[in-house]
């Protein structure tokens, strides 16, 4: 709970809020407040009462998401494309390398959740009382650039809705797979970017293909177990079988990385540390002929575990890695493709510091509108890390910010929320009723709890 909103954040709505009305360019730095700064489970309550001399009733806050004129997502497309346009270009003019990865991820909700849109499915633990529980998602198909200076910039998320939401309300019914073709086709990056898509095995396939190649991206991705290759012969074989079926003796190469001491270092915001953890591969590159795809680059890999497994200790966990770059080598297919957790890690932070998975209403599309209001604050921790950085006297505190995530960032900002709340507590003191100002505010903070 804050007395005022951050200074910057309110200069950070300024500039994005052209296209709102002046309730909404009021509330809406109240919101980014508290998915900021509240403790615990952003529900609407919790929203309405971050900023105690801005008190929003909970109600409001949930009239306010239900509003079809309150075009959040308009807002993200205007920041983010800001934000890529933004990025500082390198002195001697060289191409630059940006990473785009791709992932699909689900809130979960109760199972007896009235609320539409919702996929329902069992989940995988003992049964309870009654039968076989279960519980109900909604699905957002997410995008994450990496810059090469470890900038990261959410794309639009595209929301997947079930085929009956979709009779119901009109809309028309796209698969997830669908969806990423929007994002990628929808992309506006600065010319002398060169782009690397990075997904998992359910996203890959002639579409992805197709789309790179037309766009000019390279992109990395897993094949399925039925993926097949067409030798001279125009035999066809299973990818999976053929990788595990190949001796040693046809070539097989090692890889060791280092963490904080890889080439990608930057784009996964971490340093070196006393653990010096490593990470060993072996793996086997080739170019093969795969059905509907053509002439591509195969890397197959087999990646040794950094812990001790507890039934197998010599468990291997295999890949294998297509790419439509012929030029990439087999440890640069490796070590790119090892940059597609980091939208993992992404999907945990929004949803453990952020409140992404904590809206707890009926509306779907004031859903959507509360993860458009998730989204802009991971925006505003970015830009400001990049001010910081910008304004920082030291090495240190330059090393410090390249490898903040999302909880140090909120850190940062209550330190700056704490100097901006002492300074006002302060110059009420000396004002003329400056003091039964303070206790009103004392008083509300203890009816907020």
Same mark, same amino acid.
């Given at each position: ?142 995008? +994450?650039?990496?810059? %090469? ?5 959410? #794309?639009? /998320?595209?929301?997947?809705? !079930?085929?009956? *939401?979709? &009779? ?77 079926? +190949?001796?040693?003796? %046809? ?5 060791? #990385?280092? /963490?904080?001491?890889?080439? !990608?270092?930057? *784009?996964? &915001? ?180």
């Amino acid at each position: 709970m804050i007395v005022k909103i951050p200074a910057s954040l309110e200069r950070f709505c300024e500039r994005i809020g052209s296209g709102l009305t002046a309730g909404q360019r009021k509330v809406l730095p109240v919101l980014l407040a508290g998915l900021l700064l509240a403790k615990g489970r952003r529900s609407q309550a919790a929203l309405g009462r971050t900023v105690v001399t801005e008190p929003r009733h909970r109600a409001s806050v949930s009239k306010l998401l239900g509003r079809e004129r309150f075009r959040t997502r308009e807002l993200v497309d205007e920041v983010v494309q800001a934000e890529i346009d933004g990025q500082p270009k390198p002195r001697d003019g060289s191409r630059r390398t940006w990473f785009v990865i791709m992932d699909g991820t689900s809130t979960k909700r109760g199972g007896f959740t009235k609320i539409a849109n919702a996929r329902q499915y069992k989940v995988s633990r003992r049964k309870k009382k009654g039968g076989t529980p279960s519980t109900k998602s909604h699905t957002f198909v997410m995008g +994450l650039v990496l810059t %090469e200076r470890g900038v990261r910039i959410p #794309l639009t /998320r595209r929301t997947w809705r !079930t085929k009956k *939401y979709c &009779r119901t309300s009109g809309k028309k019914y796209l698969k997830q797979t669908e969806l990423a073709e929007l994002m990628l086709r929808s992309l506006r990056l600065p010319a002398d970017v060169d782009v690397v898509v990075l997904v998992d095995e359910y996203f890959e396939g002639q579409w992805l293909h197709e789309v790179c190649t037309e766009l000019g991206y390279t992109y990395i991705a897993p094949v399925k177990s039925d993926r097949c290759f067409i030798d001279e012969d125009g035999n066809r074989s299973h990818l999976h079988a053929r990788g595990r079926s +190949l001796p040693e003796s %046809e070539g097989w190469r090692k890889l060791t #990385l280092l /963490r904080g001491s890889e080439e !990608t270092a930057r *784009y996964r &915001r971490y340093s070196v540390r006393r653990t010096r953890a490593k990470r060993h591969y072996r793996f086997f590159h080739e170019v093969s002929h795969v059905a509907k795809l053509g002439p591509v680059g195969v890397v197959y890999s087999w990646k040794k575990p950094s812990y001790r497994p507890r039934r197998n200790d010599s468990a291997e966990s295999f890949k294998v890695l297509v790419t439509n770059s012929l030029e990439l080598s087999g440890a640069r297919i490796v070590e790119y493709y090892e940059l597609r957790w980091q939208i993992e890690l992404w999907f945990r932070e929004l949803k453990s510091h952020l409140g992404l998975a904590d809206y707890s209403g009926t509306d779907f599309e004031a859903f959507e509108r509360h993860v458009d209001l998730v989204m802009l604050s991971f925006l505003f921790l970015e830009r400001r890390r990049c001010e910081l950085r910008a304004a920082a006297r030291s090495r240190r505190r330059c090393g410090e910010l390249d490898v903040m995530r999302t909880t140090g960032l909120q850190s940062e900002l209550a330190i700056e929320v704490m100097r901006d709340d002492l300074s006002y507590l302060r110059s009420l003191l000396f004002a003329p009723g400056g003091r039964h100002r303070i206790l009103h505010l004392c008083s509300q903070m203890r009816k907020a709890g």
